[in-house]
């Protein structure tokens, strides 16, 4: 099975900066790729898809990109409501693989 | 108005089993590959099964295979989780989660409200 290794596990910045999540699929999975948010108490929302389409809804100062292993989640301007931990799925063939998260604070 | 409504979950011993299910609504049920994920209190999702939209392809995490079994009614547009064999590793709440139905198209952007299985003695 296709293993999933997201870093960094947490990460604090500053409103306004730039943050950067990144996941390393073991073997190659095309643009087979979603990035999800999650906030406490509530379920993960869909924030990218297919490596880097917008889920619609979602801001615009997020966005997605990579294809084969390597895949970048990317918030361009970090606000306040941005505070969750972030998760990446692998969806290519048939078993999905989560990365281990990533809990984004502000600084 | 897509709507993921879980039930079946519950505490139980170590070794014991639980049947979850999920009743679907508001979209092509039969259209969806369906997923369950779960989540331990405080640690991070895990996928656990997908199940194809006519049952033809069955996948399970490593961690639950050869215990839990998926399956689905696209006739009651449900879910269904077996589980058993079942450990305090285990315990976690459980989502219903939609899942593939084509390229381009989003997956895992419908989530159900979860269902709290606990093992323990």
């Known amino acids: 099975d296709i293993q999933v290794t997201q870093s960094p596990s947490s990460l604090s910045a500053s409103v306004g900066d730039r943050v950067t999540i990144t996941c390393r699929a073991s073997q190659g999975v095309s643009r087979s790729f979603a990035w999800f948010q999650q906030k406490p108490g509530k379920v993960p929302n869909l924030l990218i898809y297919?490596?880097?389409t917008l889920q619609s809804g979602v801001p615009s100062r997020f966005s997605g990109s990579g294809s084969g292993t390597d895949f970048t989640l990317t918030i361009s301007s970090l606000q306040p409501e941005d505070v969750a931990s972030y998760y990446c799925l692998s969806y290519f063939g048939g078993p999905r693989t989560f990365g281990q998260g990533t809990e984004v604070e502000i600084k | 108005e897509v709507q993921l409504v879980e039930s079946g979950g519950g505490l139980v011993q170590p070794g014991g089993s639980l049947k979850l299910s999920c009743v679907a609504s508001g979209f092509p049920f039969s259209s969806h590959s369906m997923s369950w994920v779960r989540q331990a209190p405080g640690k991070g999702l895990e996928w656990v099964a997908v199940i194809t939209r006519d049952s033809s392809g069955l996948y399970y995490a490593d961690s639950v295979k050869g215990r839990f079994s998926i399956s689905r009614d696209n006739a009651k547009t449900s879910l269904h989780l077996q589980m058993s064999s079942l450990r305090v590793e285990d315990s976690a709440v459980y989502y219903c989660v939609r899942d593939w139905v084509g390229v381009s198209i989003p997956l895992f952007d419908y989530w159900g409200q979860g269902a709290l299985v606990t093992v323990s003695s």
């Open positions: 297919a490596a880097s």
